[in-house]
């Protein structure tokens, strides 16, 4: 099983800030990993898939980067409805597996 | 527009068997492949496995092998997740999602074998809450 770890686990920003959410990987996923946000109370929702795309409907402010066992998620100026919990997950090999999350709040 | 529609929360003692379910609108359902996601209180989000509504084909997760069971019924849209014996620690939010790619992933289908050919899950249900206590 690809275990996930994403770092860090919790950050305190303030808007307009630059972020950044590291994901790493025990094993080389190529580029298949997807990006997550999650408010409280609700569904994920994707935002960033094959480790770099950006999904449709999604803010450009919100880039992705990274291949093998290292990525990133970037967002370029933080907004107030950008905070929430970020997850990571690979779709390289079955079982799919999930990053732990990083919480995101406001400074 | 897909959606996934769940049923709702549950109340149950330890022991007792449930079965909540997830019914799809908007597309063809028997293409889709349906995953279910645990999140339990105050902790982040774990794959369960994937089923093929087309041909019920399951894959589990090896945390959750044994544990659950997926079904299907390919008639009425709607896909299901069962317990036989609950426990406490079965206490969580539970998602049925859509893992969501550029193939066709029903019945036959040669990408679905590998979750490299997806780009991962667009369409969540609203979440079943489940709540085990004696």
């Known amino acids: 099983e690809i275990q996930l770890t994403q770092s860090p686990s919790f950050l305190s920003a303030s808007v307009g800030e630059r972020v950044t959410i590291t994901c790493r990987a025990s094993?080389?996923?190529?580029?298949?990993l997807t990006w997550y946000q999650q408010k409280p109370g609700k569904a994920p929702k994707i935002l960033i898939y094959?480790?770099?795309t950006l999904q449709s409907g999604v803010p450009s402010r919100f880039s992705g980067s990274g291949s093998g066992t290292e990525f990133t998620l970037t967002i370029s100026s933080l907004q107030p409805e950008d905070f929430a919990t970020y997850y990571c997950?690979?779709?390289?090999?079955?079982?799919?597996?999930f990053g732990g999350g990083t919480q995101v709040e406001i400074k | 527009e897909v959606q996934l529609v769940q049923s709702g929360a549950e109340v149950k003692k330890p022991g007792e068997s449930l079965k909540i379910s997830c019914k799809g609108s908007?597309?063809?359902?028997?293409?889709?492949?349906i995953v279910w996601v645990r999140q339990m209180p105050g902790k982040g989000l774990e794959w369960m496995g994937i089923?093929?509504?087309?041909?019920?084909?399951?894959t589990y997760s090896p945390s959750f092998q044994g544990q659950v069971t997926f079904s299907v019924d390919k008639s009425i849209s709607t896909a299901f997740l069962q317990w036989n014996s609950l426990k406490a620690s079965d206490t969580a939010i539970y998602y049925c999602?859509?893992?969501?790619?550029?193939?066709?992933?029903?019945?036959?289908?040669?990408?679905?074998?590998?979750?490299?050919?997806?780009?991962?899950?667009?369409?969540w249900g609203q979440g079943t809450t489940v709540t085990v206590s004696s």
């Open positions: 997950q690979q779709l390289n090999t079955y079982p799919l597996t």
């Open positions: 999602a859509r893992l969501w790619g550029p193939y066709y992933y029903g019945s036959g289908s040669y990408h679905r074998n590998f979750p490299y050919y997806y780009y991962g899950v667009d369409v």
């Open positions: 908007g597309d063809n359902f028997g293409s889709y492949s």
């Open positions: 089923i093929h509504p087309d041909d019920s084909d399951t």
């Open positions: 094993q080389g996923i190529l580029s298949y």
């Open positions: 094959g480790a770099s």
